[in-house]
């Protein structure tokens, strides 16, 4: 068996390094988490689990492209090469762009902006981190002059107290998740507080909920920063010798939250949970605040951000081990993209647009045309593409016209546009569609780079399979166009690891210990010790390249201010950009779910994922289900002022009344009307131009279907009628989730139609119900069935999927297809709840009542459920409530 390749998780920002072993004669390779890595220590979640299944090349990019025609690579080349120089020549350097992504390498990142603010001569470069982690930058730099993270991981394994703000991290970092939770089981009288309004899996750990109105964070932090002022809790010493502002942080705390019932009635939450928080922060010295996207995704997320660092500031609580204000990221490389200047608002190497900056930059590139200002941020950007002042924007890894807010605005503005280019893996997405050029970009397991976790680590990404077709690494492509555009001496690279010598030289170009990032003892690495590198945690400067650093960052209380001080920043808490109104009455929530990422481009391919939560759905509480006549399982149509969407409905007690929350995963390659981009308010930050995704008003009506249905198919099938329409891949066959408001008067017609009129018919019609069942079977074998009904009310489709594997069906297995459960015997696995070894409800129920299972542990010890990242025990823990002997 040949040796497996040592490379890092392409998914969110945890980092967690695999072994990955390509699989023989087509199948799956084989990914195992690596226990040498410091990230994941050899954990893995679903979505890590389930790489090796997303590595085929159905629906890959091969080839360049051109309005829709096949070219070769020269021929794309020149093309968007000249067309970029064309509009620079006739409208200026700032009537072109690039938007890039947090899913690009560092090296990838690195060339694209070194090409836009060097050499073409704009700031016009910004990622769609901007969507996710900007806010926790803007305040990171207002804090400590500097976008640092002062965490570790391990440091939540050594915190007492851990604050949980605004992450259900048990979905969305879920390996990271497990670390806090065996910390907590080895230490039961180490605390967890989560801190969001909805109760998540992540609620499962925690001591203390506080399910806080949307957006009062600021008020929280600030009640928190009073009350340590007032019982004296800060540290006077640190204070006084090593930060600033932070009289006018007090006073503005004490005018805003000046008490516990203020916090309290304003927060929308008990008197005694606030008390307990504050008393608990004051009274623990190790404390980490570990937050995420509903800390960052708001027109204040930086206040917010800085409110959490105010109270760690206040009783010097970082630079030390098991404390801090820890921003963890969502992308595998969001901090590599903040370290090479990928937001338009800075410079290469954690430099800025300041004069000493722009210089020392300029004379280390050479650069010819060097960028003297910031550039326009994604929102802005996509505005400027709109009205025409950018004419040409190249768009690398992303799919804004899916994942930017006012998404129906940005995909005309991508329309309309005289050129756009579009790098990435797949040859249909909703950008793509908007795309007159398409680039074929290398992918995860094909390129060799690197990228940098939420924890400062640069990790390295090793190619373990060939490039499919014409596939080629962005940083070749983004070389290849500047060589076009005469600059070829500047773009000298032949691999990635020449790109990333440069990387690690001018982070410690003129640094000596000035600026935080320096990782100049990489700077020299030939390509066999780049091949070999192993996780390194930044700063790692050259020996006797300035004086000594510590070990930990601001552990000698220095910060990069000019100073050398922190700052505490006085925080007003204010309002949502939009307030719910009597049109408008609820306020709409985006976030993850647990096994799918950004527009499931990728994690759409696996069956396995798309099992435990196979539609987009609107979650809503049981009152306001009520009130707004929404049933569970049915269908509604939410609207805000920006668009509209279709979801089905989850009633749940655990969203909080008055908000709703929906996936962002969803886009019109799997769903019709189902982007909930197209809802989202594009009211930005006005510091750190982050879209305020977690708070926008909308309606929420039941969608009136005159028929629901689902069909089940060998292949995925063009269905144009139904209005609503998710495609859901499973193994062997698609399913389709179908809905209709106009009426079909013969099903059985429709379902030849559609599905094929050859081959051996089974059928059930009750025309005066509306109800119809078909199914069609070619040599035996299913091809494809159809169940309609005039309610939700549908059979579940689990067990039908079986029938796809069998090579020929039984007597049994005919009559049991139309009724649509199992012949008597016959398990029905039910719908997924753990993906990582793909175990259903009805095993895990049918555990719970026949073998007398009695706890989490005891299924995971029958079944393997919840043994592996852990995502699911909450709903492990739900299912052993609800169907336990005696209850």
């Known amino acids: 068996m040949p040796k497996p390749t040592k490379t890092t998780c392409p998914y969110c920002g945890v980092g967690c390094g695999l072994l990955v072993t390509p699989g023989a004669d087509g199948e799956a390779a084989a990914v195992a988490g690596d226990p040498e890595h410091p990230a994941n220590l050899g954990r893995l979640c679903s979505k890590g689990a389930a790489l090796g299944e997303t590595l085929a090349t159905d629906g890959r990019l091969l080839h360049p492209h051109i309005a829709g025609e096949r070219v070769s690579w020269d021929t794309a080349l020149d093309h968007v090469a000249g067309g970029f120089a064309r509009v620079i020549a006739e409208h200026g350097p700032d009537a072109v762009a690039f938007y890039v992504s947090g899913q690009l390498l560092t090296e990838d990142y690195y060339v694209a902006n070194k090409l836009m603010k060097g050499f073409i001569g704009s700031a016009n470069i910004d990622t769609n981190s901007r969507l996710c982690m900007a806010s926790s930058v803007a305040g990171y730099k207002r804090a400590f002059g500097t976008d640092t993270v002062p965490c570790d991981y391990a440091d939540l394994e050594q915190a007492e107290l851990i604050l949980l703000v605004g992450s259900n991290t048990a979905w969305c970092h879920p390996v990271l998740y497990q670390r806090i939770k065996q910390a907590k089981l080895a230490h039961p009288k180490r605390k967890v507080i989560v801190i969001d309004p909805r109760r998540t899996a992540t609620c499962e750990i925690a001591d203390l909920h506080l399910a806080l109105a949307p957006g009062t964070d600021t008020l929280l932090f600030n009640g928190l920063l009073h009350w340590l002022r007032r019982e004296d809790a800060v540290d006077w010493g640190f204070l006084e010798q090593h930060t600033e502002g932070f009289a006018a942080a007090f006073n503005a705390a004490r005018a805003s939250a000046g008490s516990v019932p203020i916090v309290a009635a304003g927060c929308g939450l008990p008197e ?57 990221t969502g992308q595998p490389n969001a901090m590599g993209g903040r370290e090479v200047g990928g937001l338009a608002n800075q410079l290469a190497a954690h430099m800025d647009f300041v004069p000493a900056d722009i210089d020392r930059v300029g004379r280390f590139w050479r650069a010819a045309r060097m960028a003297t200002a910031p550039g326009l941020k994604a929102v802005d950007m996509l505005r400027a593409v709109e009205d025409g002042r950018i004419k040409a924007i190249w768009i690398m890894a992303t799919n804004p016209a899916v994942s930017m807010p006012d998404a129906d605005r940005v995909r005309a503005a991508l329309r309309g546009c005289d050129l756009v280019v579009c790098s990435d893996l797949f040859a249909d997405t909703d950008t793509a569609r908007c795309a007159d050029v398409l680039l074929p970009a290398a992918g995860w397991g094909e390129q060799d780079g690197t990228v940098t976790n939420s924890e400062r680590c640069i990790s390295r990404q090793r190619a373990f399979l060939p490039a499919p077709g014409e596939a080629r690494p962005d940083w ?41 990032f320096d990782i100049g003892a990489l700077a020299a690495l030939g390509d066999a010790d780049y091949d070999r590198l192993a996780p390194t945690q930044w700063p790692c ?54 096994d799918q990422w950004h527009t499931m481009t990728r994690t759409g391919l696996t069956p396995r994922l798309a099992g435990h939560i196979a539609e987009p759905f609107v979650q809503v509480h049981p009152v306001d289900a009520a009130t707004h006549g929404l049933g569970a399982g049915a269908i509604a149509e939410l609207q805000s002022r920006w668009g509209r969407m279709l979801a089905r409905v989850h009633v749940d007690a655990d969203q909080r009344p008055g908000a709703v929350f929906v996936p962002m995963h969803w886009s019109d390659m799997l769903a ?30 039941p969608w009136r279907a005159a028929w629901h249905g689902f069909v089940l198919s060998r292949r995925r099938l063009d269905l144009p009628e139904p209005d609503y329409c998710v ?87 005919r009559i049991s297809l139309l009724a649509g459960r199992p012949p008597r015997g016959q398990p029905d696995a039910g719908e997924t709840v753990c993906a990582c070894f793909n175990v259903g409800e009805q095993r895990i129920i049918e555990a719970i009542r026949s073998a007398g299972v009695t706890s989490v542990e005891a299924i995971g010890a029958l079944l393997q459920a919840g043994t592996n990242c852990g995502s699911c025990i909450p709903e492990l823990g739900r299912l052993l409530a609800a169907n336990r002997r005696g209850d």
Not at 297 to 303: A, E, I, L, V, Y
Request: with cysteine.
């Open 476 to 516: 070749w492509v983004i070389t290849e166009v500047a060589r076009r555009l005469g600059l070829a001496d500047a773009f000298p690279y032949q691999s990635a690891a020449d790109v990333f010598r440069e990387h690690a030289a001018l982070s410690a170009f003129e640094n000596a210990g000035s600026r935080d």
């Open 672 to 701: 019709r009307d189902a982007r909930v981009g197209a809802l989202v308010n594009p009211a930005l930050d006005p510091i750190s131009g982050q879209p305020e995704f977690k708070h926008t008003p909308v309606r929420v009506r």
């Open 272 to 328: 005694d949970q606030v008390a307990e928080l504050f008393r608990l922060f004051a009274k623990t010295e190790r404390v980490v605040t570990l937050y995420s996207q509903g800390v960052n995704q708001w027109s204040f997320g930086t206040d917010k951000v800085n409110a959490i660092i105010n109270c760690h500031l206040a009783t010097g609580r970082l630079g030390r081990p098991g404390m801090g204000p820890f921003s963890i």
């Open 727 to 813: 495609a859901i891949r499973g193994d062997g066959h698609w399913r389709q989730e179908i809905a209709g408001a106009g009426r079909i008067d013969d099903w059985a017609a429709w379902a030849r139609w559609f599905l094929g009129a050859d081959g051996d018919w089974l059928d059930f019609a009750d025309p005066a119900h509306g109800r119809y069942r078909g199914a069609r079977l070619s040599d035996g074998r299913l091809d494809a069935c159809l169940f309609v009904s005039p309610t939700p009310d549908l059979p579940r489709s689990s067990w039908l999927a079986t029938l796809f594997q069998a090579d020929a069906l039984d007597a049994a297995d």
């Open 541 to 594: 400067p050259a020996p006797g390249a300035g004086p000594e650093r510590p070990a930990r960052l601001f552990a000698d209380a220095r910060f990069y201010t000019p100073s050398g001080k922190a700052r505490l920043l006085p925080i007003e808490p204010r309002p949502p950009a939009s307030a719910p109104d009597a049109a408008y009455p609820l306020a709409l929530n985006t976030g993850r779910i647990r």
